[in-house]
């Protein structure tokens, strides 16, 4: 069972930014551009665990290399069923380096945009946060 997966079952929600490489690339199911950055990734994480109900995989695909994953999760957003797949990709560390969602029908995917859409002020400031919080660390540990 890959580690992502192991700690969204678990719900130690805490857990999910150390298993993401600092340069991670998110895809989203209803943007057009992707999101770059840890920082952007664990925000928008931490606010899809709040608006999935239901939320469960019932299937881990991966690759014969151990690099590539395919998690596939069924949950509930604004009352319909939405089936998708989380993508995984792992660099030579171990961490996440690549993250694409993909879900459907289409109807779920509305729904899902509408109520991260809702959230995504919040989303952008967390992530803001986090920034600069990692940066004050860094800077912390070059002095």
Do not use: W
């Amino acid at each position: 069972m890959h580690p992502f997966r192991q700690a969204v079952e678990s719900g130690d929600h805490a857990a999910l930014p150390a298993l993401l490489a600092d340069d991670v690339v998110f895809t989203s199911p209803v943007a057009f551009r992707p999101y770059e950055g840890k920082p952007m990734t664990t925000a928008i994480l931490s606010n899809v665990i709040q608006v999935f109900e239901d939320f469960r995989y019932v299937r881990e695909i991966n690759g014969a290399d151990g690099r590539d994953h395919a998690l596939v999760f069924t949950a509930k957003v604004g009352g319909r069923e939405i089936n998708g797949c989380d993508f995984l990709h792992v660099n030579e560390d171990g961490l996440i380096d690549d993250f694409m969602v993909m879900v459907r029908p289409l109807s779920a995917a509305q729904a899902l945009s509408e109520a991260m859409g809702a959230r995504f002020d919040a989303i952008g400031r967390e992530a803001a946060a986090m920034a600069a919080e990692a940066a004050a660390d860094s800077a912390a540990a070059g002095s």
